[in-house]
């Protein structure tokens, strides 16, 4: 009797796929789909944020007024920062600002927001109160603001005066404008750190 070896049988070639057809799966993929979901926000971040951070770092070393060619100055724009009176005292006065009404704004939002996270009576009417200004509209707030600090008839004089201190200029003296407007900075930013530092604490 003759016996038969079978052969073994020859893997079958899978038909490559067509171009269209590897393209739907691609289109179809949830990797594709999510980044066409980023890719509009990422557009967005770039042109908006990224771009123009390298593009004034790039126009720092020129002279532009936007109307005549752009022409390259090297260093010469930071030597003016750091040697003119005019540059210096806005960095002062930046300075002084940043570090009047940042970290005594924080420092207040965070002991209301400790205060307002025990268990008193009317809280919850104490936290709308705090968060207000952030709600206030801004022209409200500066037309409140302009006639508390009113060097004729403002609130704040009238106080003032009630103890014998005389009325004071506060938004046109050079040495009461800047804490006055960090005063304001810190009346509406409290309200909206208060909220973190409340949901923090609660958390």
């Known amino acids: 009797m003759s016996t038969s070896i079978a052969q073994p049988s ?3 070639r899978v038909a490559p796929r067509s171009r269209s057809e590897r393209i739907s799966r691609i289109v179809n993929s949830d990797t594709f789909v999510a980044y066409t979901y ?3 926000p990422l557009f967005i971040l770039f042109f908006i944020k990224i771009y123009p951070v390298f593009y004034n770092f790039y126009v720092s070393f020129t002279n532009y007024d936007l109307f005549s060619p752009i022409k390259f100055v ?3 724009n ?4 750091f040697t003119q009176e005019v540059n210096l005292k806005a960095i002062r006065n930046t300075l002084y600002f940043t570090i009047g009404a940042v970290p005594i704004g924080t420092a207040l939002a965070l002991i209301v ?3 307002l996270n025990q268990p008193i009576r009317g809280r919850i009417t104490f936290r709308a109160i705090y968060y207000l200004p952030v709600v206030t509209s801004v022209v409200v707030s500066a037309m409140v603001w302009r006639w508390i600090f009113n060097p004729q008839f403002g609130l704040l004089n009238y106080f003032l005066g009630l103890i014998g201190i005389p009325p004071q200029a506060w938004l046109s003296n050079p040495r009461l404008a800047l804490p006055s407007l960090i005063l304001v900075t810190i009346w509406g930013s409290i309200g909206g750190n208060m909220i973190i530092f409340l949901a923090a604490l609660q958390g």
């Open 38 to 40: 980023l890719a509009i």
């Open 78 to 81: 930071y030597v003016d920062v």
């Open 113 to 115: 927001a400790a205060l």
């Open 74 to 76: 090297g260093m010469d």
């Open 10 to 12: 020859k893997p079958q």
